[in-house]
């Protein structure tokens, strides 16, 4: 039998045929290498009382063509890439966490920017006393202390516009 190279120039019109038949015109060059292997496999496993090689590499890289085609369909199925549309609606959801760190903020005018920092982190972050030491690198009982002296100054300010 011929050499893989002899048989790519020969086979290589059949190959781009079988492209042509299946209506592949994404991702060509993956289906020109899809072909490359499938007459590489049907050269290994070819039997020559079975009869000729030429229907044989058909029938096989048409058939390789087409499982190929089948993963690649199942894979866009299972794997949804969203249109532009659904980033900007998430940009858009932003929005609302801004506005509450703003309102947040404005509540936080008479504390000292360390309690300012355990309210961000409590109620926007949705921290714990121990996220908030580690992320801040100080101890827990200096988060807590900012936490009390936080609260009592947000009750008495809220006490006052009663």
């Known amino acids: ?64 063509m087409l499982t190929q085609m089948t993963r690649n369909n199942q894979h866009q199925e299972r794997h949804v890439f969203p249109e532009t549309e659904f980033w900007e609606c998430i940009k858009d959801q932003e929005s609302p966490l801004f506005l509450e760190k703003e309102t947040i903020l404005s509540y936080c005018e008479c504390l000292t920017k360390k309690e300012a920092k355990w309210v961000l982190a409590s109620f926007v972050e949705q921290l714990t006393n121990k996220e908030i030491a580690k992320k801040e690198n100080v101890s827990l009982s200096a988060v807590k202390q900012w936490k009390s002296g936080a609260i009592r100054k947000l009750r008495e300010k809220i006490a006052i516009h009663q």
């Open 1 to 64: 039998m011929e050499s893989f190279d002899e048989l790519v120039v020969q086979y290589q019109p059949m190959i781009h045929k079988i492209i042509q038949s299946l209506h592949i015109y994404r991702n060509e060059d993956e289906f020109y290498q899809t072909g490359l292997i499938a007459l590489w496999e049907a050269k290994q496993s070819f039997n020559e009382s079975k009869g000729s090689f030429s229907n044989y590499a058909y029938a096989y890289i048409k058939g390789k």
